[in-house]
């Protein structure tokens, strides 16, 4: 039936259908009619509906090629088992291996090559092309011997091996007692049904024209197939004029043609309307550019539901449900409008289904493959404890977030970087309730034990317990996934892990229902691929072969989302065709969707495939176009294109099909600009003055709730706290914890205070939010754990030296010192993994290309003439002290801890801070010149005698300077220690009036900072 466009289309449609005899006979077997995909039966189903009423369960059926087959498969007198598409692949991936046996291929046998094997093998099949032809036909193209071109020769070999593995596909699906859709066909012609389907009206065009459309094959059955009296093809003139018709003729000779005319009316009961659309422009818009150019998909709708809202606005709007939002693919738009339509309160509809893989519990599958392909490292780990999806126990009780939290940071302080035998020996050594909490992971120094540092360390290992108990379980349940065993097993094992852990859903949640279905569909996927491995092909797997399987497996299944009942239809272009709509929106329209790119064959260019009968380019692109076309005049009243430029972050060019506009000869109609009324709820919150009756009952309470509160521009917002000190923050903040009261409290932490100089809000973060760094997992040391090993080393070995009865190092004793040192080195590196141990070693030995840091220090030392006569090493300074500022001396206590501290000979001290990296800023630095003033006042008496400070450096192991003096000359001393005592005093000032400015002394710390996260760093700079 040949009709003149999509309203001439649905009309025939309607007409054969409502015309239907077997119908208005009660015919037992209800017609089918052939739509590309569900969303298009979903639209006729409509369509029908409201024109001549049909009842979905009386009317005729409305499947796609696939339902179709399912159909008259049911149909036959005893019908084989069908097979379902995961045990055809699984099939085919035996027979890939076995045809692969012995053969020369260029490729390494994937699964993925695998289903395009069975891809290319349909394909064949269903443009009524054989096994043993295929191999004729590529062999007679490849032409002659062809000895010489090895090209050539690696084709002929792909060819005899994929004629084999096709072979043996057949035999082994024969030898089954199934069949697949091949087989079907043969049994449908062969057989007569006892109750056949008496017509079949197909709607859509073939393969060529049609991603979804019939093969020669299928219209082939449908001509054979006894019982079948009727059957009807309806395609526009567009669609024949591509090239479909002749395709038809050569296929279907004497077929019979009618025009629509012959049988279609105008739909009951309403108007058709004028016969073609207005192409709807932009203002201004250029002849030659009849369409919308915006800035990306998420625009597009953004424009649309402004112009629906103006319509609204001026009375002339279609109704919603007469209203289309047409696009090539689905994604990104279904996701994208989730997000649009409801905030500028329009509803919609949606009909295509959506992938599985997209489904956050598909998501929760994938955090248990993640876990046991990365050895149970610390991250994927805890993600997968951590999941809402899960639930682990023990004792009966859920572990809590709490808990997984404390055992996140617990592992990275062992430095715990997978592996499920080192787990079970951490979990060993975990105590309840007495921590093995002083020493790290590597086996290095203790902890320092700073009385706050001890509390969170033991707080958090027995917060940490259960999730460490539970973290070892799980591990022990999944480990076998990572060891080889049959197929089978593996999903099975994978299986009962998901039922065993799956949390109980709350029927309440709103999304309850949709998470049922999810699990549902991912049990029945793993629960079908093991009885498939069990029955067809069991090879051994281990964990990467099982999470490719599963992933695959899962993304090739949909999932349909609940869609509401009313609103905008949101459909693609080939359900569009079906769809009685005034406005439709044609979105998208860029050269990466438009024309559908066809799948490229991987086996052989388009030159070979043209022997096999495969369509040409110009064909397709034909049929595109005529798509198009017919799309752009499908609507009642107005149809508008629009395209975009930017897809995420790449720059996309407009599709070629818009130069196609001119031919479907539609008047154009400039859109008046849209006024700057609010549309979305953003707006009516974010525009002056925020406009509250948009909101929702509960929205608005909130939103009250917000313009009440104090302005943005208030100190507080910018890094002020009134009441820091902690008398006045317990009474105005009682949300600071306890420790952050103490932290405040004397002693002040002299580091800390340096922190404070670095950037204040950082200090805030650290100090009175008690924030954590975010651990970060590595395979060396990270500079907090390389700094403390460092400085662990250097004691041992000062120790060592001091026991061992020597003083000073100095030039004859420098070989002895460097072998004592070697010793030290050795002993603390057998705790490390072997590779960072090396590492370790070249820094603190040196290699022959640069000397280590070892030598740096001894040098250093043997290099002045005063002899050392006690060396204190991590020295405590602790107390009150007494700091000279402007304003008089001042009591302060502080507390602090001195790297080394060298007395010498003549009464004077020498200060060494060791610095891993590089030195500070001198005319900012706290730590050396603060301990420098209060070493001196700790060390009166000491040894009967007053000590001053004669010497303060940083031994810094980056920079062009080893030995960096915190002061070169004498002179300069009482400038420096003044400077940094009034810095102190004033930074302690600052604290207490509660400054904390996001203001670091250079802004490129922002880059590594990790309160980055919790910073409104935004007006501190360009960064
Ligand atoms: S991100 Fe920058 S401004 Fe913010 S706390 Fe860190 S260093 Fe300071």
């Given at each position: 039936?040949?009709?003149?466009?999509?309203?001439?289309?649905?009309?025939?449609?309607?007409?054969?259908?409502?015309?239907?005899?077997?119908?208005?006979?009660?015919?037992?077997?209800?017609?089918?009619?052939?739509?590309?995909?569900?969303?298009?039966?979903?639209?006729?189903?409509?369509?029908?509906?409201?024109?001549?009423?049909?009842?979905?369960?009386?009317?005729?059926?409305?499947?796609?090629?696939?339902?179709?087959?399912?159909?008259?498969?049911?149909?036959?007198?005893?019908?084989?088992?069908?097979?379902?598409?995961?045990?055809?692949?699984?099939?085919?991936?035996?027979?890939?291996?076995?045809?692969?046996?012995?053969?020369?291929?260029?490729?390494?046998?994937?699964?993925?090559?695998?289903?395009?094997?069975?891809?290319?093998?349909?394909?064949?099949?269903?443009?009524?092309?054989?096994?043993?032809?295929?191999?004729?036909?590529?062999?007679?193209?490849?032409?002659?011997?062809?000895?010489?071109?090895?090209?050539?020769?690696?084709?002929?070999?792909?060819?005899?091996?994929?004629?084999?593995?096709?072979?043996?596909?057949?035999?082994?699906?024969?030898?089954?007692?199934?069949?697949?859709?091949?087989?079907?066909?043969?049994?449908?012609?062969?057989?007569?049904?006892?109750?056949?389907?008496?017509?079949?009206?197909?709607?859509?065009?073939?393969?060529?024209?049609?991603?979804?459309?019939?093969?020669?094959?299928?219209?082939?059955?449908?001509?054979?197939?006894?019982?079948?009296?009727?059957?009807?093809?309806?395609?526009?003139?567009?669609?024949?004029?591509?090239?479909?018709?002749?395709?038809?003729?050569?296929?279907?000779?004497?077929?019979?043609?009618?025009?629509?005319?012959?049988?279609?009316?105008?739909?009951?009961?309403?108007?058709?309307?004028?016969?073609?659309?207005?192409?709807?422009?932009?203002?201004?818009?250029?002849?030659?550019?009849?369409?919308?150019?915006?800035?990306?998909?998420?625009?597009?709708?953004?424009?649309?539901?402004?112009?629906?809202?103006?319509?609204?606005?001026?009375?002339?709007?279609?109704?919603?449900?007469?209203?289309?939002?047409?696009?090539?693919?689905?994604?990104?738009?279904?996701?994208?409008?989730?997000?649009?339509?409801?905030?500028?309160?329009?509803?919609?509809?949606?009909?295509?289904?959506?992938?599985?893989?997209?489904?956050?519990?598909?998501?929760?599958?994938?955090?248990?493959?993640?876990?046991?392909?990365?050895?149970?490292?610390?991250?994927?780990?805890?993600?997968?404890?951590?999941?809402?999806?899960?639930?682990?126990?023990?004792?009966?009780?859920a572990i809590t977030r709490e808990s997984v939290s404390a055992l996140d940071r617990a592992l990275s302080d062992r430095r715990y970087l997978g592996d499920p035998n080192r787990l079970e020996q951490i979990a060993a050594s975990w105590r309840?309730?007495?921590?093995?909490?002083?020493?790290?992971?590597?086996?290095?120094?203790?902890?320092?034990?700073?009385?706050?540092?001890?509390?969170?360390?033991?707080?958090?290992?027995?917060?940490?317990?259960?999730?460490?108990?539970?973290?070892?379980?799980?591990?022990?349940?999944?480990?076998?996934?990572?060891?080889?065993?049959?197929?089978?097993?593996?999903?099975?094992?994978?299986?009962?892990?998901?039922?065993?852990?799956?949390?109980?859903?709350?029927?309440?949640?709103?999304?309850?229902?949709?998470?049922?279905?999810?699990?549902?569909?991912?049990?029945?996927?793993?629960?079908?691929?093991?009885?498939?491995?069990?029955?067809?092909?069991?090879?051994?797997?281990?964990?990467?072969?099982?999470?490719?399987?599963?992933?695959?497996?899962?993304?090739?299944?949909?999932?349909?989302?609940?869609?509401?009942?009313?609103?905008?239809?949101?459909?693609?272009?080939?359900?569009?065709?079906?769809?009685?709509?005034?406005?439709?929106?044609?979105?998208?329209?860029?050269?990466?969707?438009?024309?559908?790119?066809?799948?490229?064959?991987?086996?052989?260019?388009?030159?070979?495939?043209?022997?096999?009968?495969?369509?040409?380019?110009?064909?397709?692109?034909?049929?595109?176009?005529?798509?198009?076309?017919?799309?752009?005049?499908?609507?009642?009243?107005?149809?508008?294109?629009?395209?975009?430029?930017?897809?995420?972050?790449?720059?996309?060019?407009?599709?070629?099909?818009?130069?196609?506009?001119?031919?479907?000869?539609?008047?154009?109609?400039?859109?008046?600009?849209?006024?700057?009324?609010?549309?979305?709820?953003?707006?009516?919150?974010?525009?002056?003055?925020?406009?509250?009756?948009?909101?929702?009952?509960?929205?608005?309470?909130?939103?009250?709730?917000?313009?009440?509160?104090?302005?943005?521009?208030?100190?507080?917002?910018?890094?002020?706290?009134?009441?820091?000190?902690?008398?006045?923050?317990?009474?105005?903040?009682?949300?600071?914890?306890?420790?952050?009261?103490?932290?405040?409290?004397?002693?002040?932490?002299?580091?800390?205070?340096?922190?404070?100089?670095?950037?204040?809000?950082?200090?805030?973060?650290?100090?009175?939010?008690?924030?954590?760094?975010?651990?970060?997992?590595?395979?060396?040391?990270?500079?907090?754990?390389?700094?403390?090993?460092?400085?662990?080393?250097?004691?041992?070995?000062?120790?060592?030296?001091?026991?061992?009865?020597?003083?000073?190092?100095?030039?004859?004793?420098?070989?002895?010192?460097?072998?004592?040192?070697?010793?030290?080195?050795?002993?603390?590196?057998?705790?490390?993994?072997?590779?960072?141990?090396?590492?370790?070693?070249?820094?603190?030995?040196?290699?022959?290309?640069?000397?280590?840091?070892?030598?740096?220090?001894?040098?250093?030392?043997?290099?002045?003439?005063?002899?050392?006569?006690?060396?204190?090493?991590?020295?405590?300074?602790?107390?009150?002290?007494?700091?000279?500022?402007?304003?008089?001396?001042?009591?302060?206590?502080?507390?602090?801890?001195?790297?080394?501290?060298?007395?010498?000979?003549?009464?004077?001290?020498?200060?060494?801070?060791?610095?891993?990296?590089?030195?500070?800023?001198?005319?900012?630095?706290?730590?050396?010149?603060?301990?420098?003033?209060?070493?001196?006042?700790?060390?009166?008496?000491?040894?009967?005698?007053?000590?001053?400070?004669?010497?303060?450096?940083?031994?810094?192991?980056?920079?062009?300077?080893?030995?960096?003096?915190?002061?070169?000359?004498?002179?300069?001393?009482?400038?420096?220690?003044?400077?940094?005592?009034?810095?102190?005093?004033?930074?302690?000032?600052?604290?207490?009036?509660?400054?904390?400015?996001?203001?670091?002394?250079?802004?490129?710390?922002?880059?590594?900072?990790?309160?980055?996260?919790?910073?409104?760093?935004?007006?501190?700079?360009?960064?």
């Open positions: 039936m040949r009709v003149p466009d999509l309203h001439g289309f649905r009309d025939a449609i309607t007409a054969l259908c409502g015309a239907d005899p077997g119908l208005r006979a009660g015919a037992r077997v209800r017609p089918y009619v052939v739509v590309p995909n569900r969303a298009a039966a979903r639209q006729l189903e409509r369509c029908l509906a409201s024109r001549v009423g049909a009842d979905p369960g009386v009317g005729p059926e409305i499947v796609t090629r696939d339902e179709l087959y399912d159909r008259l498969h049911a149909r036959l007198e005893n019908p084989p088992r069908r097979l379902n598409a995961l045990e055809r692949e699984v099939i085919a991936q035996r027979t890939a291996r076995d045809a692969a046996k012995g053969a020369e291929l260029a490729f390494r046998l994937r699964p993925g090559l695998v289903a395009e094997m069975l891809r290319f093998y349909d394909q064949l099949r269903r443009q009524s092309q054989h096994v043993p032809r295929f191999e004729e036909l590529i062999t007679d193209a490849l032409g002659g011997d062809g000895d010489l071109d090895r090209g050539a020769e690696r084709l002929r070999q792909q060819t005899r091996f994929l004629a084999r593995a096709f072979r043996e596909y057949e035999r082994r699906v024969r030898e089954s007692g199934a069949c697949d859709e091949h087989l079907l066909r043969d049994r449908l012609v062969a057989e007569p049904s006892a109750d056949p389907v008496q017509r079949v009206i197909v709607t859509v065009a073939d393969w060529i024209a049609d991603a979804d459309g019939l093969y020669v094959a299928d219209f082939d059955v449908l001509a054979r197939m006894p019982g079948l009296e009727s059957l009807d093809i309806v395609a526009t003139e567009a669609i024949l004029g591509s090239g479909f018709h002749e395709r038809l003729h050569n296929w279907l000779p004497g077929i019979e043609e009618v025009s629509a005319a012959d049988v279609a009316r105008p739909c009951n009961g309403r108007d058709r309307g004028p016969e073609r659309p207005a192409l709807q422009v932009p203002p201004g818009a250029e002849s030659d550019e009849p369409w919308w150019t915006l800035r990306d998909r998420e625009e597009e709708l953004v424009s649309i539901a402004r112009q629906i809202k103006a319509d609204r606005r001026c009375a002339d709007a279609a109704p919603l449900d007469r209203t289309a939002i047409v696009f090539k693919h689905p994604l990104p738009y279904l996701y994208l409008a989730a997000e649009t339509l409801p905030a500028a309160r329009i509803p919609y509809r949606t009909f295509d289904a959506l992938p599985l893989a997209a489904e956050p519990i598909a998501a929760a599958l994938d955090l248990v493959l993640e876990a046991v392909s990365a050895s149970f490292g610390r991250e994927p780990l805890v993600a997968l404890l951590r999941s809402p999806h899960f639930v682990f126990r023990r004792d009966d009780h309840e309730g007495r921590p093995d909490r002083l020493r790290q992971g590597y086996g290095g120094p203790p902890k320092p034990s700073a009385k706050v540092e001890g509390l969170r360390y033991e707080n958090r290992d027995d917060a940490a317990t259960a999730a460490v108990q539970a973290a070892v379980a799980l591990a022990r349940e999944l480990a076998p996934l990572a060891e080889s065993a049959p197929a089978s097993q593996q999903v099975t094992r994978l299986l009962a892990f998901w039922d065993g852990h799956l949390r109980p859903l709350d029927d309440a949640d709103p999304l309850s229902a949709r998470e049922q279905r999810g699990r549902a569909a991912i049990r029945q996927t793993l629960s079908a691929m093991a009885s498939v491995h069990a029955a067809h092909d069991d090879p051994d797997w281990i964990i990467d072969d099982l999470a490719l399987a599963v992933r695959r497996a899962v993304e090739e299944q949909t999932f349909e989302p609940e869609s509401s009942a009313a609103g905008v239809h949101l459909v693609d272009d080939r359900a569009a065709r079906y769809g009685d709509f005034d406005d439709v929106a044609i979105v998208g329209v860029v050269e990466t969707d438009w024309p559908e790119r066809p799948r490229r064959n991987i086996f052989y260019p388009p030159a070979l495939l043209k022997a096999l009968g495969w369509p040409s380019e110009r064909e397709r692109r034909a049929a595109a176009d005529a798509h198009f076309l017919d799309l752009l005049a499908g609507a009642r009243r107005r149809t508008l294109i629009s395209t975009f430029t930017l897809d995420e972050d790449a720059l996309v060019s407009r599709s070629t099909q818009l130069d196609e506009i001119p031919r479907a000869r539609l008047s154009v109609v400039a859109r008046p600009a849209v006024a700057g009324a609010r549309v979305f709820v953003d707006e009516a919150l974010s525009l002056e003055p925020p406009a509250l009756s948009a909101l929702d009952a509960d929205a608005r309470i909130w939103a009250d709730l917000r313009l009440s509160r104090s302005a943005a521009e208030q100190p507080q917002f910018h890094g002020s706290l009134p009441k820091a000190t902690a008398e006045l923050a317990e009474a105005a903040e009682p949300n600071v914890s306890q420790r952050a009261l103490r932290a405040l409290r004397l002693p002040f932490s002299v580091s800390a205070l340096e922190t404070y100089l670095d950037c204040p809000f950082k200090f805030f973060a650290q100090h009175l939010l008690e924030l954590d760094d975010e651990p970060d997992d590595e395979e060396v040391m990270d500079p907090r754990h390389q700094g403390q090993f460092v400085h662990a080393v250097f004691e041992q070995f000062f120790t060592a030296w001091q026991t061992a009865g020597h003083r000073a190092i100095t030039s004859e004793n420098l070989d002895l010192a460097r072998a004592l040192f070697t010793d030290v080195v050795d002993r603390a590196l057998d705790a490390l993994p072997e590779a960072e141990g090396g590492l370790e070693r070249t820094r603190l030995l040196g290699s022959p290309a640069a000397a280590g840091l070892g030598e740096a220090v001894f040098r250093m030392e043997a290099e002045r003439p005063v002899a050392v006569v006690e060396r204190l090493l991590e020295h405590r300074l602790e107390g009150v002290f007494t700091i000279a500022t402007a304003a008089g001396p001042r009591a302060i206590a502080l507390k602090g801890k001195a790297d080394r501290l060298d007395l010498l000979e003549d009464g004077t001290c020498r200060l060494i801070d060791y610095k891993l990296g590089w030195p500070p800023d001198k005319s900012r630095a706290l730590q050396l010149p603060i301990y420098s003033v209060c070493a001196e006042q700790r060390l009166a008496n000491h040894r009967g005698r007053e000590w001053t400070i004669g010497e303060a450096m940083y031994l810094a192991f980056k920079g062009p300077r080893r030995v960096v003096p915190l002061f070169s000359k004498a002179d300069q001393r009482a400038k420096v220690l003044t400077d940094a005592q009034q810095r102190l005093a004033d930074t302690i000032d600052s604290i207490a009036r509660g400054e904390f400015p996001p203001t670091p002394d250079d802004v490129w710390r922002c880059e590594t900072c990790t309160f980055a996260s919790v910073c409104r760093k935004d007006y501190v700079g360009d960064v």
